[in-house]
């Protein structure tokens, strides 16, 4: 009775490997065929159990017909016979163990009916035939299967169970082919990323519980070897799971999860035939050689496109064949006891291993061909994309129902729909937040709506071929005259004038389109031209592309550089005037210096300025300097410009006055933006200076003041601000703007910063002739001593630290030679900005 119980529990263990199973390939296939591959292993087990009842273990284990076939047995009835009925129930687990192989392998695209088709023919057929030719006994004891007879060797199954259900397996997946997407079109591999690793480990380990009964009840009596069995199986696992580590980190450099489990089984497939005969650094050896068979094979189904969802042929047809041979090369021939040499026994032992392979995978091939000429064993590739759950179970769940909503949404573009959230589960908190999604992308598309609503700029869509226009903001209307309405359809050329419609890629359409950025001349649909500047993007949203266009009207703009330009042609044609008549270069020297004194603000302009008292100094380094400052009154807004031309003499001072008079004329235009401001003058001063063949360039920040509020904008030296209370802040400008005139355009460098200024604050502007001007010993004044001296006379008048300041600045000179302009600005908050506005207008009143 002892026996008897040993054979019940160790059947029960090896029971446990089906859950073991179903959780290890649920866990390494997508959620959306989970269900169908855990009633897989569960429908398997009941076909093959019964299967086996009713005629399996009578072809396996009923009364020989020489050696081919049991012919006694049928419809078992063990009532009689507990004995009998022990081993009925363990050889049971062992037929359901090597049906349910194939599951996994054949996951997420095989049938359920086909898949039972091949589990029928598994079990009731292939398996018990080739077990009835390895384990089937005589009367005697003896082998009673030819290959038995033979010698051939294997205590749990290695080849007889594992090997088996692998050669099934390869058939299967030769007919059926792999999952959509686990090759690209070049053959090379996708991983598809198991959906629960973690319920695929707790399978793993319950294959392990499950495989001590497996080994060890194998004997089929309780004896002295069982202890030793399994721990040869457990080492032999251990072994495989360290040899699949050591090559994942080495070749991959992490421990990717799915070979750690698979080389663990792999170990544990190879020690089963011979766990009873070998010793147990053999075993462990085994086991390291399951570990390695198993990620050679599965190199090789990659490299033949052959895709085995969870690695069940490398695991359990390379592990077999690589444990089935291992009992002739490490076992103890004593042990074995068939009287074999060794070489014979691993002949043997091979003879068998070839004899499965025909057998197993030559009738699953042959028949699953012939079924799928009639039969489509595999699902459509609409099913397959749905997942199993749904396509042959009608299994709805929570993870559907969102994709369901996402497809819907992808087609009808309805961002209003929202996906229905089941409380306190992964799936709905995964809804939860996909809403919460979709409501941050409903709004930002309204408030892109509205800004594209309300824009002035004409904003369009059109087309990458035919350049046919598919949207049009409001502003399209005002811009080219046409109602939204009749834009659509439109093609764009229509509302270009000729010379700019041409689609080449020196035209200026093709300049927007392979550049993104042109100037162009619209037609109107009264018939006038529009100037426009124009950016283009290329947009691709899936496989649709199409083009987003802004188009701006720059007509004032244009006008202002044509004014720009009318003032260069002046300014040349002065130049032109002196060079004709021969004035001698003192005279020419003597005018410019005089133009430069005239053209910087006076007193009385300054003093025009309520909020801010102001003093400015500026002297050349030679009779003509290359420095520029100007203070402007407007409207009530003060513009405040600072520059440095580089080098010094006539040139230089020519290109000042050029920017003095380019600035006055744009804020004579009302040119109030800070980058177009900005780029129209570093336009203009280009022009002129190619024009002039010239080298020179300059560094410009312009200050736009009202109300408390300085704005600057432009690259050139540190701004002071040295606060009420001595606190010194340093504006770099730096990030604000590019040199004028040293390139074409610079619009995209341009940047603007704010200043809030308060009742004695003081700002100082200076030029590189203030800091960098050497004493004797070449020591730089330095911003730090300028600091120091400003805020030293702090509550004094602007004009007092001015002075203060220049004549540190001399005692620090002494007697060196200056070799850069000097300029110094400087600005002091007169009182509170609010209580001046309040006094300005209460005289306004009075008077």
Not at 163 to 186: M, T
Not at 250 to 268: D, F, T
Not at 734 to 763: H, M, Q
Request: charged share 20%; net charge negative; aromatic share 8%.
């Amino acid at each position: 009775m002892v026996d008897i119980l040993w054979v019940l529990v160790c059947s029960g263990l090896v029971f446990l490997m089906q859950p073991g199973f179903m959780c290890l390939e649920s866990g390494l296939t997508r959620s959306k065929n989970s269900i169908n591959v855990a009633v897989k292993n569960f429908a398997d087990f009941g076909i093959s159990v019964s299967l086996f009842w009713a005629f399996g273990y009578a072809l396996m284990f009923g009364m020989s017909h020489l050696g081919w076939v049991g012919t006694s047995g049928f419809f078992l009835t063990i009532e009689s016979a507990p004995q009998l009925a022990a081993f009925f129930l363990f050889q049971a687990m062992f037929c359901g163990t090597a049906t349910t192989i194939v599951s996994g392998a054949v996951a997420e695209r095989m049938k359920f009916s086909a898949y039972l088709l091949v589990s029928c023919l598994t079990s009731g057929l292939i398996y018990p035939i080739f077990g009835h030719w390895a384990w089937n006994l005589k009367a005697d004891g003896l082998a009673g299967g030819w290959l038995g007879q033979l010698g051939f060797t294997d205590l749990a199954g290695s080849s007889v169970v594992h090997s088996i259900g692998g050669w099934i397996s390869l058939a299967a997946l030769l007919v059926i082919g792999p999952r959509v997407g686990r090759f690209l079109p070049d053959g090379t591999p996708e991983k598809i990323q198991g959906s629960n690793l973690p319920l695929s480990v707790l399978g793993t380990m319950l294959l392990w519980l499950g495989w001590l009964g497996f080994n060890g009840g194998s004997t089929l009596v309780l004896s002295d070897r069982v202890a030793a069995i399994m721990v040869h199986t457990v080492l032999a696992g251990v072994a495989g799971l360290v040899t699949a580590l050591l090559y994942s980190w080495s070749r991959h450099q992490v421990p990717e999860v799915e070979l750690l489990l698979n080389g663990s089984l792999a170990g544990l497939v190879s020690i089963t035939a011979s766990c009873d005969v070998v010793t147990t650094p053999a075993a462990v050896a085994i086991g390291i050689g399951g570990g390695i068979v198993t990620l050679a094979t599965r190199s090789v189904l990659e490299r033949f496109r052959i895709d085995d969802a969870v690695d069940a042929v490398p695991v359990h047809l390379g592990g077999g064949i690589w444990g089935t041979l291992a009992l002739g090369l490490f076992g103890d021939l004593t042990l074995i006891e068939t009287g074999l040499t060794r070489w014979e026994q691993v002949a043997v032992q091979l003879l068998g291993v070839t004899v499965a392979g025909i057998w197993a995978f030559g009738i699953t091939y042959l028949f699953l061909r012939l079924c799928n000429r009639h039969f489509p064993l595999r699902v459509s590739p609409e099913e397959e994309e749905m997942g199993l759950n749904v396509s042959e179970h009608r299994a709805k769940t929570e993870i559907y129902d969102l994709f369901k909503v996402m497809d819907s949404q992808a087609r009808n573009q309805d961002l209003s729909m929202r996906v229905p959230v089941e409380p306190f589960t992964e799936v709905g908190q995964i809804a939860r937040r996909y809403n919460e999604v979709m409501d941050a992308l409903e709004d930002a598309v309204n408030r892109t709506n509205a800004i594209v609503t309300t824009a002035s700029d004409a904003i369009l869509t059109f087309c990458p071929d035919t350049l046919a226009i598919t949207n049009a903001n409001p502003s399209s209307e005002t811009i080219f005259g046409y109602l939204r309405d009749d834009l659509f359809g439109k093609p764009l050329l229509s509302l270009l004038t000729p010379e700019d419609g041409r689609e080449t890629a020196d035209s200026p359409l093709g300049q927007l389109l392979y550049d993104g950025r042109a100037e162009l001349v619209g037609r109107h649909a009264e018939g006038f031209d529009v100037p426009l500047e124009a950016t283009a993007t290329k947009v691709r949203v899936g496989d649709h592309i199409f083009y987003t266009g802004i188009f701006r009207d720059i007509s004032e703009r244009k006008q202002a550089e044509a004014a720009l330009a009318q003032a260069n042609r002046e300014i040349t044609l002065l130049n032109d005037r002196l060079k004709a008549e021969n004035l001698r270069l003192g005279a020419e020297i003597d005018i410019t210096r005089r133009l430069q004194q005239m053209l910087l603000p006076k007193e009385r302009e300054l003093q025009q300025i309520l909020e801010l008292d102001i003093a400015g100094y500026m002297e050349p380094a030679t009779e003509i300097g290359g420095d520029y400052y100007d203070v402007l009154c407007r409207n009530g807004q003060v513009k405040i410009g600072i520059g440095d031309v580089t080098g010094h003499g006539l040139e230089s001072g020519v290109l000042m006055l050029m920017v003095q008079t380019a600035v006055r004329t744009l804020l004579e235009s009302e040119e109030s933006d800070s980058r177009r401001f900005l780029d129209i003058l570093n336009r203009t001063i280009y022009g002129n200076v190619q024009r002039m063949d010239s080298d020179r360039n300059l560094t410009l920040s312009l200050l736009d003041y009202e109300n408390g509020r300085l704005r600057v904008s432009g690259q050139h030296e540190e701004i002071l601000i040295v606060r009420a209370n001595g606190d010194v802040e340093r504006i770099d400008t730096i990030d604000l703007g590019f040199p004028i005139g040293l390139e074409a355009s610079v619009a995209d460098f341009i940047d603007e910063t704010t200043v809030e200024l308060n009742a004695g604050d003081v700002v100082v502007l200076y030029t590189d002739g203030i800091t960098e001007a050497e004493d004797e010993a070449g020591n730089f004044y330095g911003l730090d001593r300028l600091c120091a001296i400003v805020r030293r006379h702090l509550h004094e008048r602007a004009e007092v630290i001015r002075r203060a300041a220049i004549a540190d600045l001399r005692r620090h000179i002494s007697q060196q030679k200056v070799y850069d302009d000097i300029t110094l600005l400087v600005m002091k908050q007169r009182c509170d900005t609010a209580l001046l506005q309040n006094a300005t207008a209460s005289l306004s009143k009075e008077m």
